[in-house]
C-alpha cells in the first residue's frame, strides 16, 4: 500500500490517509479481508504520530471501509457505507482530468469547487 501524506496541504493528515485508503478500496486496490499495516508501522513509513494514524482508522472504521480487529490488526471490508453517488463520481473524474490538464493542484481544484458551492447554481 503507497500513501503519500503532503504536510504543506490545508488537509489534515489523517484526513489524507483516510482519502487515500479509500481511494484504494474504490479502485480494487485494496479487496476486501485485506490487512492494513499496524497504526505503529503506518505511521512510522509516514512519518506520523501515531494517533494520526489511529485517528484515520478510527474514521475509516467509521465509514465501514475497515475493521479494527484487535490484536489481529486492521482489515479492509469493503466500499464507504455511504458511497460516493456514480453520477457525481463520474462527474469527478472528468473534472479531475481538466484539472490536470491545466496543471491545477489537488488543493487548487477543490478550492474551485468549494468557490463554485459558493456562487451557486447557473440557473
Known amino acids: 500500500m503507497i500513501l503519500r501524506v503532503d504536510q504543506g496541504s490545508p488537509v489534515p493528515p489523517y484526513e489524507q490517509v483516510r482519502h ?3 481511494a484504494l478500496v474504490l479502485r480494487g486496490a485494496l479487496v476486501p479481508g485485506a ?17 494520526t494514524v489511529a485517528r484515520a482508522y478510527r474514521e475509516l472504521e467509521a465509514d465501514g471501509v475497515v475493521s479494527t480487529q484487535g490484536r489481529n490488526g486492521t482489515v479492509v471490508v469493503g466500499p464507504p457505507r455511504a458511497g460516493p453517488v456514480p453520477e457525481l463520481l463520474s462527474a469527478a473524474r472528468v473534472y479531475v482530468a481538466k484539472a490536470s490538464e ?8 477543490i478550492n474551485a469547487v468549494r468557490i463554485a458551492f459558493a456562487v451557486g447554481s447557473p440557473t
Open 20 to 22: 487515500q485508503v479509500t
Open 102 to 109: 491545466v496543471g491545477a493542484s489537488v488543493d487548487h481544484a
Open 35 to 51: 490487512r492494513l499495516p499496524s497504526i505503529r508501522q503506518l505511521a512510522n513509513d509516514l512519518g506520523l504520530a501515531g494517533g
